[in-house]
């Protein structure tokens, strides 16, 4: 089936739609500019509600989460779908009937993986085992970085947020037609240079019991060995299958990677199609573990400078959260590259990036770098 994403009109052409303001300098895709979604949330909710809703549904899921008072409920993410037997979830990961509910996302899973040699392009390659040594030897195979050692990087095809700028939007093509891998496949993937395993996506999120099924097989594999296990993740899970990401990094070695995509609960939803309250609580119950394990970090911060939309102010607030809790959490700000319904989004300048990455600094955080440096104009 061919996707053509929805029509809506070019750079310069377009208009908030809650102030009129032209939308000439940023990407006409929300459709609401970002003073507007920051300070009058209200008033475009239901223009923003619309979007996303429309742009869920180009790929058959569903256009919110269903709430069918009959239905089997999926405790995994704060959106807690119930679901009839011929509903399909809002990740478009299981429907509610028994079957599906007993093995998609838990035996099986919307999945794609490969190998990455080390150090890779993660976003915590500059604080993790695998990108500098850190937590030599019991964590690191090597005081510096892991040449020689591979990081087996798994893709979950399934994603409980709508971001509209997804640099990995195609995942959804692939939901048309789902291609199912049971956990076996991976586990024969395994190596022996195999020294840390990264669960990202999409958003691991959806089908965390099979992420966890093959994490324990892998380390029970490989009992004597350094086998870190890393998470990226929009941060939306619900607390209990938190908790068990928590016990695996920090016993493993690894890190988790939470996206703080926008301060804003308004700037969130325009731009991810939720509100960020669940993200920004489980962000402080992890940071709870820190001093637990700090070397190397078990939490890494990092947020897309879109255009616009994250600026100084956002990112100011998201470092003052991260630095009240501990401020040398380490903290990534993501040069930003045109994608998916924002395509026509200008790409983050050198001159954003730099004030945001003052403002973090100025917020009292210690460890914050610029990644994707290579984006910048």
């Known amino acids: 089936m061919l996707i053509r994403k929805p029509a809506k009109p070019k750079c310069g052409e377009a208009n908030c739609a809650v102030c009129g303001k032209a939308l000439d300098k940023i990407s006409t895709c929300p459709g609401v500019c970002p003073e507007c979604a920051r300070n009058r949330p209200e008033e475009g909710s239901a223009h923003i509600t619309q979007v996303h809703a429309e742009s869920h549904c180009m790929f058959g899921l569903p256009s919110k989460a269903p709430r069918n008072p009959e239905g089997a409920l999926c405790s995994l993410c704060f959106h807690r779908c119930r679901m009839g037997e011929d509903q399909r979830g809002y990740c478009g990961v299981r429907y509610g009937n028994p079957a599906s509910m007993r093995k998609d996302g838990r035996s099986r899973a919307q999945v794609s993986f490969y190998y990455d040699p080390l150090p890779t392009n993660c976003v915590a390659d500059w604080v993790c085992p695998g990108g500098t040594g850190a937590g030599f030897p019991m964590y690191a ?35 048309l037609c789902p291609q199912w891998v049971k956990g076996e496949a991976l586990e024969k993937a395994l190596r022996p240079d195999t020294s840390c395993i990264c669960f990202f996506g999409g958003d691991p999120g959806p089908q965390l019991p099979f992420a966890f099924r093959f994490a324990e097989a892998a380390r029970l594999k490989n009992p004597e060995k350094i086998m ?25 070695g ?82 930003f590259a045109p994608q998916f319904l924002m395509d026509d989004s200008p790409t983050t300048s050198a001159e954003q990036a730099q ?18 440096r290579h984006l910048l104009i």
């Not at 308004?266 to 609580?281: E, I, S, Y």
């Not at 959260?321 to 700000?333: G, K, M, R, V």
């Open 254 to 335: 690894g890190c988790i990677k939470i996206d703080l995509k926008a301060w804003s609960p308004g700037t969130h939803h325009a731009l991810c199609g939720w509100g960020n309250k669940q993200v920004l609580d489980n962000f402080a119950r992890v940071a709870e573990h820190v001093s637990e394990r700090p070397d190397p970090p078990l939490l890494v911060a990092s947020t897309p400078l879109v255009p616009g939309y994250i600026d100084e102010y956002e990112v100011g607030k998201l470092a003052r959260f991260i630095a009240h809790i501990n401020p040398d959490i380490p903290y990534a700000l993501l040069a």
């Open 141 to 175: 195979n090597d005081s510096g970085p892991e040449a020689g050692y591979y990081n087996l990087a798994v893709f979950f095809e399934a994603c409980n947020f709508n971001c509209l700028y997804c640099q990995n939007w195609t995942f959804r093509k692939r939901q």
């Open 355 to 372: 004030a945001c990455l003052k403002a973090a600094k100025e917020a009292g955080l210690t460890r914050v770098r610029i990644g994707n």
């Open 228 to 252: 870190r296990i890393c998470w990226e993740t929009n941060g939306a899970m619900e607390k209990p299958w938190l908790n068990k990401m928590i016990y695996l990094s920090k016993q493993s």
